[in-house]
Nanobody, 114 residues
Framework: VQLQASGGGLVQPGGSLRLSCVAS????????MDWYRQAPEKQRELVAR???????AYADSVKGRFTISRDNALSTLYLQMNSLKLEDTAAYYC?????????WGQGTLVTVSS
């Protein structure tokens, strides 16, 4: 199974983007579905998480601005990003953690610039 992330791009501060991550096949025993990001010369950080039960959690830096969601089939993960800031510039990676393994998508680049 592969994860395909999309939706990144160039946006002005205050703008919005919606990232998507589609799994190429069925993934079972999911524990959580996440979005991470990695800015240049910084460590990868967890941005948002949605558990198998639907509970969500966010990094403090994105609370109130980003919303993580998924489809009922647990095959597509979304990240709605509003009120984007310069410091949100990073490569964004989707991640699915299961009881047996984990999956990473390729990064989709988000650049916030005026």
């Amino acid at each position: 199974v592969q994860l395909q992330a999309s939706g990144g791009g160039l946006v002005q501060p205050g703008g919005s983007l919606r990232l998507s991550c589609v799994a190429s096949g069925r993934i079972v025993s999911i524990k959580s579905m996440d979005w991470y990001r990695q800015a240049p010369e910084k460590q990868r950080e967890l941005v948002a998480r949605i558990s198998s039960e639907g509970a969500t959690a966010y990094a403090d830096s994105v609370k109130g601005r980003f919303t993580i969601s998924r489809d009922n089939a647990l095959s597509t993960l979304y990240l709605q990003m509003n009120s984007l800031k310069l410091e949100d510039t990073a490569a964004y990676y989707c991640h699915i953690d299961t009881w047996f393994t984990e999956y990473w998508g390729q990064g989709t680049l988000v650049t916030v610039s005026s």
